[in-house]
């Protein structure tokens, strides 16, 4: 459901303090900032950016997801991680001024908040204070990375797929205002996209969890049934 202008504004206010970049600012200076960001809508499949491009923006998810991607040479997609309400993303280049690393892509109808480049650091030249705040961001962004590479090389198919079930149905959870089912709603592709195996793989080891009790399939739907034997697959138990 779109958001209305003003809930819309009210969430981006909120989203925008909660981030690493300006929590640490007085409210002064984050309603300086903020009073710089506009509103944009995407439907689902709409392309946010793609890789490569100029990197004159960084945004905020107040509604809908988002899907983190990089094209291979081979024209394969390798999903690098789904945003949810609450997520920013697009400000590694917005700081270098490079271009964009990876594609965003809207999974449904999303609302956007942006924030331009040249309003960013404006602010910042006026706050360097906040400059500790960018390094904190960075580095979570860079540690989140690093543990999911290390999953590719240490963790068979069954605990990355784990994993990252987990990982999304917890960052799911955090975005939502109220408790949340531990459910997901993703496709079979989408997750051998994101844990380096094939859309078989999937296929096989989700149906193998569903006939011991781990999980209950409906549709696109996934529903966590026992979260702690996921857990212990996760941990490569």
């Known amino acids: 459901m779109a958001l209305t202008r003003e809930s819309s504004a009210e969430q981006g206010r909120r989203l925008f303090e909660s981030c690493f970049l300006f929590q640490s600012l007085p409210p002064q200076q984050r309603q ?8 944009r ?5 709409e392309t946010i950016f793609l890789m490569g491009a100029p990197g004159n923006a960084m945004m905020a998810v107040l509604s809908g997801e988002v899907r983190i991607s990089a094209p291979s040479k081979e024209g394969k997609e390798i999903v690098l991680t789904i945003l949810y309400p609450g997520e920013v993303f697009g400000e590694i280049s917005v700081l270098d001024g490079g271009r964009r690393t990876a594609d965003a892509t809207a999974v449904m109808r999303c609302d956007i908040m942006v924030l331009e480049r040249r309003d960013v650091l404006h602010f910042l030249e006026q706050n360097p204070e906040a400059y500790p705040s960018i390094m ?3 580095c979570e962004k860079l540690r989140r990375t690093t543990e999911q590479v290390a999953e590719i090389f240490f963790l068979d198919m069954q605990g990355r797929l784990a994993r990252t079930l987990l990982r999304l149905i917890e960052r799911r959870k955090a975005a939502a205002s ?10 079979q592709g989408e997750l051998a996209n994101m844990i380096g195996g094939t859309r078989e793989s999937v296929n096989k080891c989700l149906g193998e969890w569903q006939r011991r009790g781990l999980i209950r399939m409906k549709g696109g739907t996934i529903i966590i049934a026992d979260k702690a034997a996921l857990g212990a697959l996760a941990r490569g138990r």
């Open 136 to 138: 904190l961001l960075l």
């Open 178 to 187: 109220a408790n949340v089912p531990l459910l997901l709603r993703r496709t």
């Open 41 to 45: 809508h995407f439907e689902a499949g």
């Open 32 to 39: 300086q900032i903020l009073s710089y960001a506009h509103l």
